[in-house]
């Protein structure tokens, strides 16, 4: 199994200031097509997960573009250039180059 | 509306059998791959397994093979995730999910259902 690693763990954010979480996978992620298959995933409190980022950068419909994503190989990176109060939650990073596995998740929350 | 509507919450004992529905509406069901999610109490996310409704086409996570069954009936648009005995540790909120597509990019799990909580004791 490829073993995905996320920090930190816990992000305490302030409005309006940015936040960043890293990804770390066993393996690379690089497919021969020349596609990484990391995704990213926004669990909020009381909801399913959902979709914010698929293959390290591409944007979900309907997502914000203060989120982005940026990586290579085993390193990704989220990123959220201006925290709302409405991003809290836990972040979860997930490989599908074989079979699925996830991060443990980073529990974002408001300082 | 594109949707997947899952099947409400069980309270099971171990060693009853169960399956768990999840309907999908608003898009062609035969065109995209539906997966299975576990998240165990307070904990993370976990990969099941994926089917190909067109065909059944069928792929498990090597931790829950041999253990549950997925299928679906795609005269009614419907994919099921089915025990034939629980265990206490199946407790947990099961996600029905779709994987997306972008032209020939697979674009990751789009759309999820809401869950179903399954409570398995004694």
């Known amino acids: 199994d490829i073993v995905m690693t996320q920090s930190p763990l816990s992000l305490p954010v302030t409005p309006g200031e940015p936040a960043s979480i890293s990804c770390r996978s066993s393996q690379s992620l690089l497919h021969s097509d020349g596609s990484h298959y990391l995704d990213w995933y926004l669990q909020k409190p009381g909801q399913s997960p959902q979709l914010l980022i698929y293959s390290v950068s591409n944007r979900a419909s309907g997502v914000p573009d203060r989120f982005s994503g940026s990586g290579s190989g085993t390193d990704f990176t989220l990123k959220i250039s201006r925290v709302e109060a409405e991003d809290v939650g836990v972040y979860f990073c997930m490989q599908a180059l074989q079979t699925r596995t996830f991060g443990q998740g980073t529990r974002v929350e408001i300082k | 509306e594109v949707q997947l509507v899952q099947s409400g919450a069980e309270v099971k004992k171990p060693g009853d059998s169960l399956r768990i529905s999840c309907v999908a509406s608003?898009?062609?069901?035969?065109?995209?791959?539906i997966g299975w999610v576990r998240q165990m109490p307070g904990q993370g996310l976990e990969w099941m397994g994926i089917?190909?409704?067109?065909?059944?086409?069928?792929k498990y996570s090597p931790s829950f093979q041999g253990h549950v069954t997925i299928s679906v009936d795609k005269s009614i648009n419907t994919a099921y995730l089915q025990w034939s005995s629980l265990q206490a540790s199946d407790a947990a909120i099961y996600y029905c999910?779709?994987?997306?597509?972008?032209?020939?990019?697979?674009?990751?799990?789009?759309?999820w259902g809401h869950g179903t909580l399954v409570t398995v004791s004694s």
């Open positions: 999910v779709r994987r997306g597509q972008s032209g020939r990019l697979v674009a990751g799990l789009d759309l």
């Open positions: 608003g898009y062609s069901f035969t065109s995209y791959w």
């Open positions: 089917i190909y409704p067109a065909d059944s086409d069928t």
